[in-house]
C-alpha cells in the first residue's frame, strides 16, 4: 500500500472530494431521499433514464460503493484506482448525455454543466499522475 508521502497532492485533493461528494450527495439522498415534485419520492438517473422509489436507493448505495472503491483506489494509488476513475468518467459522461437527448429538460442544464466540470476537475487532478498508479 501506497504512503501518503508517495502520493501526489492532487490525487489526495481527488480522494477527499470523492469523499466529500459521497458524503454531502450520495449518502445524504439515501438518509434523507430528496423529495422532486415530479417523483413524489426518491430519485435516481442511471444512464440517463430515471428510476424511482427503491430502485432509486438502491441506484444510491450502488453508487456509494462505486465511490468509496474510487477514493480508496486513488488514495492508495492502485491501479484499478486509474481505471476506475476513466470508468466513472465515461459513465458520467454517457449518462448525463442521455438524460439531456431524453428528457430535453434544458431548464436543469446546469446538472449536466455541474457534471462536465466534475469529470474534467477529477481527470486533470489524476491524469498527470497515470504512470503511477500500481508501481
Do not use: C
Amino acid at each position: 500500500m501506497k504512503t501518503t508521502s508517495e502520493r501526489p497532492p492532487s490525487i489526495t485533493v481527488a480522494a477527499l472530494l470523492i469523499a466529500f461528494y459521497a458524503v454531502m450527495v450520495i449518502l445524504w439522498d439515501i438518509i434523507a431521499p430528496f423529495e422532486r415534485p415530479y417523483a413524489q419520492g426518491p430519485v435516481s438517473v442511471v444512464l440517463g433514464f430515471r428510476v424511482y422509489g427503491m430502485w432509486a436507493q438502491l441506484v444510491h448505495g450502488l453508487q456509494l460503493v462505486v465511490a468509496l472503491a474510487l477514493m480508496y483506489g486513488l488514495w492508495t494509488m492502485q491501479r484499478w484506482g486509474w481505471q476506475l476513475v476513466i470508468g466513472v468518467t465515461g459513465y458520467m459522461l454517457l449518462s448525463v448525455s442521455m438524460w439531456i437527448t431524453i428528457y430535453q429538460e434544458f431548464q436543469r442544464f446546469f446538472f449536466a454543466f455541474f457534471y462536465l466540470i466534475v469529470v474534467n476537475v477529477l481527470l486533470a487532478l489524476t491524469f498527470p499522475h497515470r504512470e503511477k498508479f500500481g508501481e
